[in-house]
């Protein structure tokens, strides 16, 4: 713990949208192998019930625990100015290492699915990593609306298998539209170039 009772703190959105790539990778390659493979379904039937999943798997992520995320956003406190603001880059790669091997376990599910579905388990993985990035572009509107970015304790998620809406977690905090190095919604802040 930092002087004057600081905490270190990641932002919401980047911690949510830090899982969106490797499962979107993951899963149109694990689709793409599977594609390979008729299954036991036959590869069009693998391919449609993947397409089904795909926007299942979308819309689920997307839409859980977002009253939980709002509530949390309504009642930020502010930063205070000893916080320390951790990097985008910091906290991309703090989830990714804590979810490696999630992730590869994941990976090897898809793939082993594809022997019944064909490209099924990998859509359905790419599906949670869209279902991601959507979560994130609908924190960055609020974040934009709200001109607030939202934060939270670095410790609350460490003790909360990284999910920044847990039970852990009690409170955001928030800051000014223009603090860190992620623009709202998580994804690197764009520099304006100078004419």
Known sequence: MARGGAQGLARVAVVVR???????????????????APGLTGRRIGALAGAVLFI???AVVVYTRRKRYAAL???????????????????????????????????????????AASAAG?????????????????IGRRERAEEVLLWVRVDWLAG??????GKAVKAY???????????PGGARRRTAALV
Do not use: E, Y
């Not at 309504?74 to 880059?89: E, P, W």
């Not at 990998?122 to 609908?138: D, E, M, V």
């Open 18 to 36: 830090a899982g969106a790539a490797p499962l979107w990778w993951l899963g149109v390659f694990a689709a793409g192998i599977g594609a390979l």
């Open 56 to 58: 299942l798997a979308t």
């Open 73 to 115: 956003a309504r009642s930020a406190a502010r930063a205070g100015k000893h916080d320390v603001l951790q990097d985008r880059a910091v906290t991309t790669r703090n989830w990714r290492r804590g979810h490696r091997w999630w992730l590869l376990l994941a990976f090897l599910a898809a793939l082993g699915s594809a022997f």
């Open 122 to 138: 990998g859509l359905l993985l790419a599906g949670c990593g869209a279902g991601l990035w959507l979560k994130a572009a609908w």
């Open 160 to 165: 909360n298998g990284g999910r920044p809406a």
């Open 173 to 183: 905090r928030s800051t000014g539209i223009a603090a860190g190095d992620a623009a």
